[in-house]
């Protein structure tokens, strides 16, 4: 059996300045920050392993699947609202976040990174919790959240809600809706 600090894994979920304040940014995702660096302080004392996905795009981003349908350039690679937001950056300093770009709402490399630590034996996966933070939770959250909890089925997989926004209150709560559906906790350890 895993070591307590070994049982928690957490993912930040594209905390980035262009879902925060930039161009598809929002009041809901503002008001969160605080609580989003507070959580990874949390973390980070009690020696959790940490992901962060950050969302990247390129210059062609219109032209792709995603660019046509949300036609908002945001998060393109190197730009500011690429960047994570400063506050959250700077509590996951010094920690032993895995960072990992992401080029669509959900992360099979997420998947994979967590393999390396989490069993796909069924029985071993009972004693760890997942915990999803980050934005939006209507869009990559929830798309990886669904990844992780097909990936590891027995494991507790959970969104923090207070450390969360979507892209309007309205698919919050529908996302919340869903997540009970798909048996994804929004109850915190």
């Given at each position: 059996s895993s070591a307590a600090s070994d049982v928690y894994k957490r993912q930040?979920?594209?905390?980035?300045?262009?879902?925060?304040?930039?161009?598809?940014?929002?009041?809901?995702?503002?008001?969160?920050?605080?609580?989003?660096?507070?959580?990874?302080?949390?973390?980070?004392?009690?020696?959790?392993?940490?992901?962060?996905?950050?969302?990247?795009?390129?210059?062609?981003?219109?032209?792709?699947?995603?660019?046509?349908?949300?036609?908002?350039?945001?998060?393109?690679?190197?730009?500011?609202?690429?960047?994570?937001?400063?506050?959250?950056?700077?509590?996951?300093?010094?920690?032993?976040a895995t960072y990992i770009l992401k080029h669509t709402f959900g992360s099979i490399e997420l998947v994979n990174k967590i393999k390396e630590y989490i069993s796909e034996n069924n029985i071993d996966q009972k004693q760890y919790s997942i915990e999803l933070i980050g934005l939006c939770l209507d869009v990559c959250v929830i798309s990886n959240a669904v990844l992780i909890k097909t990936a590891f089925p027995e494991a507790n997989v959970s969104i923090n809600l207070d450390c969360t926004a979507a892209v309007t209150p309205k698919t919050f709560n529908a996302t919340k809706i869903v997540m009970k559906s798909l048996q994804i906790e929004d109850k915190y350890v």
């Open positions: 930040v979920v594209d905390m980035q300045n262009d879902f925060i304040d930039g161009t598809l940014g929002t009041k809901e995702a503002q008001a969160i920050v605080s609580n989003v660096a507070k959580k990874i302080k949390e973390y980070k004392e009690r020696g959790d392993k940490i992901y962060v996905t950050q969302d990247t795009h390129y210059e062609d981003y219109l032209n792709t699947y995603e660019g046509k349908h949300l036609p908002v350039e945001h998060c393109i690679a190197n730009t500011d609202g690429w960047q994570l937001n400063d506050e959250v950056y700077n509590v996951l300093k010094n920690t032993n």
